[in-house]
T-cell receptor
Framework: AQTIHQWPVAEIKAVGSPLSLGCTIK??????LYWYWQATGGTLQQLFY??????VESVVQLNLSASRPKDDQFILSTEKLLLSHSGFYLC????????????FGAGTRLSVL | GDSVTQTEGQVALSEEDFLTIHCNYS??????LFWYVQYPGEGPQFLFR?????EKGSSRGFEATYDKGTTSFHLRKASVQESDSAVYYC?????????????FGDGTVLTVKP
C-alpha cells in the first residue's frame, strides 16, 4: 500500500526566515507529485506539480519554490517567509496520466509570526 | 475558468438524519468530479469520483451521481453518524494534461449531534 509522509507536522517561524517542508511517497514508483496550500478555514489551491525527478512546474507565484530531488521525495521551500505563507501545506500524489485521483498527506501546519 | 460551488457552508444535523450537500460546477469539456472529506488537523481523504454522465460514485454510505444536464454532483447519505462530522469538499478535474490540478469548492462543514 502507498504511504505518504510529510514533515514536519507543524512549524512556527518568523517573518523573513527560511523554510523547508518535505514529503516522501512509499509504495508507488514514479508517481506524479503535488503541493497544495490551504488557508485556515479555506479551500485548497495547487502550488506545484511534478511528473518526474528534477522537473517541477509552478502553478501560482507565492514566493515559494519546489524541488524533486528523488523519485519519491518532494520539497517545498523559501528563503524568506511572509505572513501570507501561513496555512496548511499538503503534499499529494497520483498515478501518471490525466485526471487521476489525488491522494493527500496529513499536511504541515505553518504559522508565520 | 473552472469553478465549483457548494451551496451550504455549514450543515447541522442529528444522528440518523438524511444528508444532502449541493455541488454545482462550471467547466469546459467533460471534467472528472470528486468528493473529499477532511477531518480536523488532517489532509483531505478521497471519498469517491465519477467521470461520465449518470455515473454514480459511492463510499462509506455516501453517494453522488454525475449529472451533466444540471452540472451537479450532490453528496447524499441516508443516515449520518456523529463520526461523519467533518468538512466535505467537492472538486473537479478538467485538465487531462498531467497537471493534477483540482478545482475545489469552498467546503461544507458538517456537524452531526448525537
Amino acid at each position: 500500500a502507498q504511504t505518504i509522509h510529510q514533515w514536519p507536522v507543524a512549524e512556527i517561524k518568523a517573518v523573513g526566515s527560511p523554510l523547508s517542508l518535505g514529503c516522501t511517497i512509499k509504495g508507488k514508483s514514479s508517481p506524479n507529485l503535488y503541493w497544495y496550500w490551504q488557508a485556515t478555514g479555506g479551500t485548497l489551491q495547487q502550488l506545484f506539480y511534478s511528473i518526474t525527478v528534477g522537473q517541477v512546474e509552478s502553478v501560482v507565484q507565492l514566493n515559494l519554490s519546489a524541488s524533486r530531488p528523488k523519485d519519491d521525495q518532494f520539497i517545498l521551500s523559501t528563503e524568506k517567509l511572509l505572513l501570507s505563507h501561513s496555512g496548511f501545506y499538503l503534499c499529494a500524489w497520483s498515478l501518471v496520466g490525466g485526471l487521476n485521483t489525488l491522494y493527500f498527506g496529513a499536511g504541515t501546519r505553518l504559522s508565520v509570526l | 475558468g473552472d469553478s465549483v460551488t457548494q451551496t451550504e457552508g455549514q450543515v447541522a444535523l442529528s444522528e440518523e438524519d438524511f444528508l444532502t450537500i449541493h455541488c454545482n460546477y462550471s467547466a469546459s469539456g467533460y471534467p472528472a468530479l470528486f468528493w473529499y472529506v477532511q477531518y480536523p488537523g488532517e489532509g483531505p481523504q478521497f471519498l469517491f469520483r465519477a467521470s461520465r454522465d449518470k455515473e454514480k460514485g459511492s463510499s462509506r454510505g455516501f453517494e453522488a451521481t454525475y449529472d451533466k444536464g444540471t452540472t451537479s454532483f450532490h453528496l447524499r447519505k441516508a443516515s449520518v453518524q456523529e463520526s461523519d462530522s467533518a468538512v466535505y469538499y467537492c472538486a473537479l478535474g478538467a485538465d487531462n494534461t498531467n497537471t493534477g490540478k483540482l478545482t475545489f469548492g469552498d467546503g461544507t462543514v458538517l456537524t452531526v449531534k448525537p
